[in-house]
């Protein structure tokens, strides 16, 4: 992959990570799109994806930091409902990767005719979170059940183009927790989920640099390295784009981006 490429790729991720419109939908479509301009197939997408996942994890420590001290310190209540509504992506994320045929896997994560629904999917859901009225809950109240009934909607979300912050903070926002609060804790349960998946994927590639073995992809480490920057850079722009909008209650606008691109897609795709 080039730099080029992979600067489009972490822009791209760092703007649709954070915002409610899935990044790995995006990125799907970003690598048909490059594929049917005649570059061939970006190689590397599931190692690519990770990286810049991971660059987007080190925006939310970045811009929740005090949040992320908030809990640690203070609200140690707020743990258990992080552990419980996490507990649902790591059995299908591990499901998926350990039980699927690796050509099933990439379909199943890759798949721009399927990032098309998703996209449908997270339109529904930021309607339904447009029509709810805000709560008073604050995340450290989360009970049990409803961190559980979130966690199924964040693993919902590994599908691509469902955008797992449209999932979370909807369904969050449902069972009336304020916006802000529904945000936080949206991106307190993406850092356990980004990182344990990142770091399963990328420990082959770390053991063999360790070892001054090549590295078992085709992307250069250095070019790995600066899409996790970038993505990184651009992801914190988003959360601050995030958090404006959802205070002045204007997420619903997205709905009229992800309706028309998904249909475009699904009939790209299906022609």
Not at 121 to 142: K, M, N, Q, V
Not at 167 to 189: D, Q, V
Request: glycine residues 10%; charged residues 15%; proline residues 6%.
């Amino acid at each position: 992959m080039s730099p080029l490429q992979m600067i489009i790729l972490a822009v791209v991720q760092g703007i649709t990570e954070f915002l409610p419109i899935s990044s790995d939908g995006h990125l799907a479509v970003v690598n048909a799109l490059l594929q049917s301009g005649g570059r061939g197939e970006v190689p590397d997408l599931l190692e690519t994806t990770i990286v810049l996942h991971l660059g987007t994890l080190a925006s939310v420590l970045i811009f929740y930091r005090g949040d992320i001290w908030r809990v640690l310190m203070r609200d140690r209540r707020a743990i258990l409902p992080v552990i419980i509504a996490t507990i649902p992506a790591v059995i299908v994320g591990l499901g998926i990767e350990k039980g699927l045929p690796d050509d099933t896997k990439k379909w199943l994560l890759e798949s721009p005719l399927l990032a098309g629904f998703g996209f449908l999917i997270s339109a529904a859901a930021l309607w339904f979170w447009g029509c709810r009225r805000e709560g008073a809950i604050d995340y450290p109240d989360t009970s049990n059940g409803t961190a559980a009934g979130i966690g199924l909607a964040q693993a919902s979300a590994i599908l691509p183009g469902v955008s797992r912050s449209a999932m979370t903070i909807s369904s969050a926002i449902a069972a009336g927790m304020r916006r802000e609060a529904a945000a936080a804790f949206s991106f307190l349960l993406a850092i356990p989920v980004i990182a344990g998946a990142g770091f399963l994927k990328l420990l082959p590639i770390l053991k063999a640099v360790v070892k001054g073995y090549p590295a078992p992809t085709s992307t250069p480490v250095p070019t790995l390295a600066l899409g996790f920057v970038v993505s990184m850079i651009v992801g914190i722009a988003a959360l601050w784009l995030l958090l404006r909008m959802l205070r002045r209650g204007r997420l619903e606008v997205f709905v009229y981006y992800l309706v028309p691109l998904g249909i475009v897609t699904i009939i790209w795709q299906l022609t």
